[in-house]
């Protein structure tokens, strides 16, 4: 499984080129990206899937960090008052 966080870093970063399509495995999307990054509009797309990427990654990364604390000591083990 790739890793989502430098998916969506090279989707923000590098995204106009089809860089982090390559990197998911989706080939085909990456050739498309490739052949019409002159036209800017791959590099708005890719930055927008850069960040919806990450956003999914922070999601994931909190359920699966809080909800086993909240499950084993009842409640969330931060207060914040």
Do not use: D, R
């Amino acid at each position: 499984m790739k890793n989502k966080v430098v998916a969506g870093l090279l989707g923000i970063f590098l995204g106009g080129f089809g860089v982090h399509k390559f990197y998911l495995g989706q080939i085909g999307l990456g050739v498309v990206y490739l052949l019409f990054c002159w036209t800017t509009i791959p590099g708005i797309i890719g930055f927008i899937e850069g960040i919806i990427i990450s956003q999914q990654a922070m999601k994931t990364l909190i359920k699966n960090t809080i909800t086993p604390l909240k499950k084993s000591q009842g409640e969330y083990p931060l207060h914040f008052y």
